[in-house]
């Protein structure tokens, strides 16, 4: 994939949602796995 780029980091298993914010910041939601149990967190500008 050309023109990307790392935003941040994560260990999520499913990306739920992305919105990019108008100063130029981002939030996205994601799923993963824990001890069997699916959670879901939200993630902006790189804080969980």
């Known amino acids: 994939m050309e023109n990307t ?5 994560t ?4 990306l739920l949602e992305f ?3 108008k100063d ?3 939030v996205f ?7 069997g149990i ?3 967190y939200i993630n ?3 804080t969980v």
Do not use: P
Request: charged share 30%.
């Open 11 to 14: 260990d999520a298993e499913l």
């Open 29 to 35: 939601s994601y799923s993963k796995k824990e001890n």
């Open 19 to 21: 919105e990019q914010l």
């Open 38 to 40: 699916s959670q879901e």
């Open 5 to 9: 780029r790392v935003i941040c980091k």
């Open 24 to 26: 130029n910041g981002f």
């Open 44 to 46: 902006c500008n790189g």
